[in-house]
């Protein structure tokens, strides 16, 4: 009954129709995102600063430059095909990223209700990428050698050692109870030792982080082999499979799954202990740099460096989704 | 059919194999107490006879089936193939489980190459694989992962990675039990015709008695656990069968009034 009304109704009113077909096209929320980040940048070039921090020029064009694309965008994102649906899927995100930039400069540079040196307007931190750039690259190519070297080491010895594990009883009776003891001990409790053990503190640090990221994956793996449903066992062996042939083409990928879950453990566990690790005595590196800014006070420098940091887990780990999902494609049914 | 010829020119030896087993028992080891599950089973299986072995559920025929392919020894007793001692699991016997037990992980055409990949002989034999997937109806399903593949489509899947073998004895474990009864009706014809064509020795275990009617030259009844044979019954009539039979009719009722089943 109400469909027929409505049919009737939508003949009749022709103009209302073509007025909502217009709003249809353009992306309110991508206007209310251009404003918002038009306002902030009116904020940061058109209110004096309480304190001065560099680079407000530079951060009021790019905000400038960001609602001009916005507003570009809320005409012609419907063209756009998937790119532009997901766009509009995070025009909120952007508005609100907007209003976020403007308080933040309002509050800080402007009206300096949160303090130097504890707080910094978000053209601090942008004055830190343009003045420190040289010495933020090097920390950052040097983070990411110690994190590789760790986690890569740490990785392929902790699988290794899972699959032992898990596949063969003998190395379960020895290796299982010292792998119940060493696993809950958190991997920078061995920091002392490791200074003995190690010629170089370079070396130690890598110790840290291979044991950090290793010990979830020897776990996880071991438990993901030794759980194999027996019946694929049974089946390998009943058509002529001899025992490599078993671990390499059925209790690995059968385990996989579980491995994975090891994987992303690792990964969280070695990004907690390598800012610890580069503060063994290292001389560059993120974690040694914001020791060292912490030191003397330089706050935004930190702020600057925690940003950097969390995009490059936030981008390591979406790697390993990317992997996981190519890897485990076959999951798809059961998901 | 070109592609049962294609698997018959496999190079592996038999085409079909007798088994003589001769005072088997065996129990499990349950925690401190034995579980005795198959108690003096002697069964001579001439090569080429498809043997059914029907039971009440729990008795003891998978056990059985797992000693005659190998993965396991019995307690007491020997099973011989042509004479010589089954100590190990062997491509040339070939058991199918109940469930299909595919690789998830793996599609169509590797989980049916498996056997010749692990034997290291699967660049030689590349066409048998794609002949198997043709004789059960697959071919155009080789790059799906198996769930993507019906119940019956999996088991067939199965089925052509154990032929692929060219198997002198296939163990068949209630291989067509979770099925609609349309998919059984049409995997028994197939069964049969594909037993009839390659020769292989077949054992099969089944609880449905008129399956076990329609495929096979003799049926075997065992007793509630520990399995003995309570009853042997010979099937002799011409394949391919019909289940409204009146001598099949008759044999139906014997058997159920041996199971405890008389209607
Ligand atoms: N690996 C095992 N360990 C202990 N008991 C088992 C094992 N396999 C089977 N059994 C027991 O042996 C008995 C017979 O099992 P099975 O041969 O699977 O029976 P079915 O006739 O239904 O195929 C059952 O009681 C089962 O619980
Ligand atoms: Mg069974």
């Given at each position: 009954?109400?469909?027929?009304?409505?049919?009737?109704?939508?003949?009749?009113?022709?103009?209302?129709?073509?007025?909502?077909?217009?709003?249809?096209?353009?992306?309110?929320?991508?206007?209310?995102?251009?404003?918002?980040?038009?306002?902030?940048?009116?904020?940061?070039?058109?209110?004096?600063?309480?304190?001065?921090?560099?680079?407000?020029?530079?951060?009021?064009?790019?905000?400038?430059?960001?609602?001009?694309?916005?507003?570009?965008?809320?005409?012609?994102?419907?063209?756009?095909?998937?790119?532009?649906?997901?766009?509009?899927?995070?025009?909120?995100?952007?508005?609100?990223?907007?209003?976020?930039?403007?308080?933040?400069?309002?509050?800080?540079?402007?009206?300096?209700?949160?303090?130097?040196?504890?707080?910094?307007?978000?053209?601090?931190?942008?004055?830190?990428?343009?003045?420190?750039?040289?010495?933020?690259?090097?920390?950052?190519?040097?983070?990411?050698?110690?994190?590789?070297?760790?986690?890569?080491?740490?990785?392929?010895?902790?699988?290794?050692?899972?699959?032992?594990?898990?596949?063969?009883?003998?190395?379960?009776?020895?290796?299982?109870?010292?792998?119940?003891?060493?696993?809950?001990?958190?991997?920078?409790?061995?920091?002392?030792?490791?200074?003995?053990?190690?010629?170089?503190?370079?070396?130690?640090?890598?110790?840290?982080?291979?044991?950090?990221?290793?010990?979830?994956?020897?776990?996880?793996?071991?438990?993901?082999?030794?759980?194999?449903?027996?019946?694929?066992?049974?089946?390998?062996?009943?058509?002529?499979?001899?025992?490599?042939?078993?671990?390499?083409?059925?209790?690995?990928?059968?385990?996989?799954?579980?491995?994975?879950?090891?994987?992303?453990?690792?990964?969280?566990?070695?990004?907690?202990?390598?800012?610890?690790?580069?503060?063994?005595?290292?001389?560059?590196?993120?974690?040694?740099?914001?020791?060292?800014?912490?030191?003397?006070?330089?706050?935004?420098?930190?702020?600057?460096?925690?940003?950097?940091?969390?995009?490059?887990?936030?981008?390591?780990?979406?790697?390993?989704?990317?992997?996981?999902?190519?890897?485990?494609?076959?999951?798809?049914?059961?998901? | 059919?070109?592609?049962v010829t294609a698997l018959r020119k496999a190079p592996q030896?038999?085409?079909?194999?007798?088994?003589?087993?001769?005072?088997?028992?065996?129990?499990?080891?349950?925690?401190?107490?034995?579980?005795?599950?198959?108690?003096?089973?002697?069964?001579?299986?001439?090569?080429?006879?498809?043997?059914?072995?029907?039971?009440?559920?729990?008795?003891?025929?998978?056990?059985?089936?797992?000693?005659?392919?190998?993965?396991?020894?019995?307690?007491?007793?020997?099973?011989?193939?042509?004479?010589?001692?089954?100590?190990?699991?062997?491509?040339?016997?070939?058991?199918?489980?109940?469930?299909?037990?595919?690789?998830?992980?793996?599609?169509?055409?590797?989980?049916?190459?498996?056997?010749?990949?692990?034997?290291?002989?699967?660049?030689?034999q590349?066409a048998g694989?794609?002949a198997?997937?043709?004789?059960?109806?697959?071919?155009?399903?080789?790059?799906?992962?198996?769930?993507?593949?019906?119940?019956?489509?999996?088991?067939?899947?199965?089925?052509?990675?154990?032929?692929?073998?060219d198997?002198?004895?296939?163990?068949?474990?209630?291989?067509?039990?979770?099925?609609?009864?349309?998919?059984?009706?049409?995997?028994?014809?197939?069964?049969?015709?594909?037993?009839?064509?390659?020769?292989?020795?077949?054992?099969?275990?089944?609880?449905?008695?008129?399956?076990?009617?329609?495929?096979?030259?003799?049926?075997?009844?065992?007793?509630?656990?520990?399995?003995?044979?309570?009853?042997?019954?010979?099937?002799?009539?011409?394949?391919?069968?019909?289940?409204?039979?009146?001598?099949?009719?008759?044999?139906?009722?014997?058997?159920?009034?041996?199971?405890?089943?008389?209607?």
């Open positions: 009954m109400s469909n027929a009304i409505e049919t009737l109704d939508g003949g009749a009113a022709n103009s209302p129709a073509s007025l909502s077909g217009l709003q249809q096209a353009i992306w309110t929320n991508g206007l209310l995102a251009a404003a918002a980040w038009a306002a902030a940048a009116l904020v940061t070039v058109g209110l004096p600063d309480v304190v001065p921090w560099g680079s407000a020029g530079l951060f009021a064009a790019i905000t400038a430059g960001g609602a001009a694309v916005f507003a570009a965008l809320a005409f012609i994102v419907r063209r756009l095909g998937r790119t532009g649906d997901a766009i509009v899927h995070y025009g909120p995100w952007f508005i609100a990223i907007g209003v976020w930039f403007a308080l933040w400069e309002l509050t800080t540079a402007k009206l300096g209700w949160l303090p130097k040196p504890f707080f910094s307007p978000p053209n601090g931190l942008l004055n830190v990428y343009v003045a420190e750039a040289p010495r933020l690259l090097v920390c950052i190519a040097y983070t990411l050698r110690l994190w590789s070297l760790g986690f890569v080491s740490g990785v392929v010895v902790g699988y290794a050692a899972g699959v032992a594990l898990g596949w063969s009883k003998r190395f379960s009776y020895w290796g299982m109870p010292i792998l119940k003891l060493i696993g809950p001990v958190p991997a920078t409790a061995w920091i002392p030792c490791t200074f003995f053990f190690f010629p170089t503190t370079f070396a130690a640090s890598v110790f840290i982080v291979a044991l950090a990221s290793g010990i979830p994956v020897t776990i996880l793996t071991s438990s993901g082999v030794a759980a194999v449903n027996r019946a694929y066992y049974d089946v390998g062996r009943n058509l002529g499979a001899p025992n490599w042939y078993l671990i390499s083409k059925i209790a690995v990928p059968a385990s996989l799954p579980h491995v994975f879950v090891g994987l992303f453990m690792g990964l969280y566990y070695s990004f907690a202990v390598l800012v610890v690790a580069e503060m063994l005595g290292a001389k560059f590196g993120l974690g040694w740099y914001i020791q060292f800014q912490t030191a003397y006070s330089g706050y935004a420098n930190v702020y600057a460096t925690l940003v950097i940091m969390s995009l490059i887990c936030a981008g390591i780990v979406k790697l390993l989704f990317v992997a996981r999902d190519q890897l485990l494609n076959y999951q798809k049914g059961f998901i | 059919m070109a592609a030896a038999a085409q079909s194999v007798a088994v003589e087993i001769s005072g088997v028992s065996h129990a499990f080891d349950l925690g401190g107490s034995r579980l005795p599950v198959l108690d003096s089973i002697d069964l001579s299986v001439a090569a080429g006879e498809f043997v059914a072995l029907l039971g009440p559920s729990g008795c003891g025929k998978s056990t059985l089936l797992r000693l005659v392919s190998g993965l396991e020894q019995p307690s007491s007793g020997k099973i011989t193939a042509d004479g010589s001692p089954i100590d190990r699991p062997d491509p040339s016997r070939i058991l199918v489980f109940q469930d299909p037990t595919l690789f998830p992980w793996a599609t169509v055409w590797s989980n049916v190459a498996t056997g010749l990949d692990a034997r290291g002989v699967l660049a030689q590349r694989v794609d198997a997937l043709d004789l059960v109806g697959l071919r155009a399903f080789s790059g799906a992962y198996p769930h993507q593949l019906s119940g019956g489509m999996a088991q067939r899947a199965a089925l052509a990675r154990a032929l692929v073998n198997p002198a004895l296939l163990l068949l474990d209630e291989p067509l039990g979770k099925l609609d009864s349309l998919t059984r009706l049409s995997l028994q014809a197939e069964l049969v015709a594909l037993w009839r064509k390659a020769g292989f020795t077949a054992i099969l275990v089944t609880h449905d008695v008129e399956e076990a009617l329609l495929l096979s030259s003799r049926v075997i009844v065992l007793t509630e656990r520990p399995a003995r044979i309570k009853a042997e019954f010979r099937v002799e009539r011409p394949y391919p069968r019909h289940r409204d039979d009146a001598d099949l009719v008759i044999l139906r009722r014997q058997i159920l009034a041996t199971l405890g089943l008389a209607t």
